[in-house]
């Protein structure tokens, strides 16, 4: 009866003073996502004392069987499926919780081949309790591999993630030309390219050397370059002047002050002779062969200058004279 003692006292008295044995129970197995593995613990005679007779490492969660031996959750499921009674051991994951380990995490950097992460192998140096280590990982620890959260693609250590964060393609940056617009680093080009407003673009005008921001472009380009190609206002009454650069307007203007008034002389007569034409036909009928007055240079549609062509009387160099007037002799 007092060997059971003694032997328990024992063997809490080796676990108090964290004695490294060698135990043949211990690391049977890889360990795998359902373990804590063994060889973290600090006291190895504990970590014997709470692992999978299977596997040999300390289970995450524990179950026991019949003569209460601890099985973890991978390694008691081939006896649940042939329906040996495994149960939940609560008071074991208890015991666990409160095992002293150290963290495992090792610096990770994909970026190095093999040969250089056997040289810079490094661990971290947390030691804690289990039911602590979680936080830790989560948390704190510098080695721990986590995934960018830009691009989702690359893993690596926490401690490398900023210097990953400065060139992930992934990562919302600001517009490096200042527009205050958000876009993904990888869309750098595109953006200052095609889309920011603060891009310096050339003007299309030919012989226009300045370079206007895109946002303000449209309205340097048709409306102030010196150089965009406008009409002359006196279009509509016949100036022949459609496309003139609007540094050149001003000379323009001048060269063709008195061809400017003719072209607006030429409309008015046709315009009046029009309406001469409109009435006489009202009232008398214009009739062919009828020959009436004209000033002018362009011949309205329908008539003949009398000019000897084309059967017309030769009438230049003549004028109407009223029908009252006295020829005498």
């Known amino acids: 009866k007092n060997k059971p003692l003694y032997f328990l006292s024992e063997k809490l008295k080796s676990m108090a003073e964290g004695a490294q044995v060698e135990n043949p129970s211990l690391n049977k197995k890889p360990a795998t996502d359902c373990v804590w593995d063994a060889q973290y613990f600090q006291n190895q005679f504990y970590a014997s004392s709470l692992a999978c007779v299977e596997c040999g490492h300390v289970p995450k969660r524990c179950y026991m ?58 661990q971290c140096e947390w030691k804690g309790l289990v039911k ?6 989560d948390t704190d620890c510098q080695y721990a591999i986590i995934n960018c959260n830009d691009c989702c693609e690359y ?25 205050n617009g958000d876009i993904l680093r990888k869309d750098t ?50 100036c022949p002047q459609q496309r003139i650069k609007h540094q050149d307007m001003e000379a323009h203007m001048d060269d063709f002050e008195s061809k400017h008034i003719q072209f607006q002389l030429d409309q008015l007569y046709q315009m009046m002779h ?51 007037v006295d020829l005498g002799d």
Not at 70 to 94: F, V
Not at 132 to 137: F, K
């Open 65 to 122: 069987d019949k003569d209460h031996q601890t099985y973890c959750q991978k390694c008691s499921e081939p006896l649940i499926a042939k329906e040996i009674k495994i149960d939940p051991n609560p008071y074991a994951d208890g015991m666990v919780a409160k095992g002293e380990i150290v963290c495992s995490n090792m610096l990770t950097d994909p970026s190095k081949n093999d040969d250089e992460k056997k040289e810079e192998t490094k």
């Open 132 to 137: 602590d280590w979680q936080t830790h990982n």
């Open 189 to 238: 080009k595109d953006h200052t390219e095609e889309k920011c407003p603060k891009t310096v673009m050339n003007c299309t005008n030919e012989d226009c050397k300045e370079q206007p921001l895109r946002e303000v472009l449209d309205c340097h380009v048709n409306a102030e370059c010196p150089h965009r190609i406008v009409g002359c206002k006196y279009n509509e009454y016949g």
């Open 155 to 179: 893993m690596a250590s926490r401690s490398l993630q900023e210097a990953h964060h400065g060139q992930c393609g992934f990562a919302v940056i600001k517009c490096p030309l200042n527009c």
């Open 274 to 324: 029009l309406r001469v034409s409109q009435r006489t036909n009202q009232t008398s009928g214009v009739k062919p062969g009828m020959i009436q007055m004209f000033g002018g240079n362009v011949v309205p549609k329908g008539w003949l200058l009398c000019d000897g062509k084309s059967g017309t009387p030769d009438l230049r160099d003549k004028f109407v004279l009223n029908n009252n």
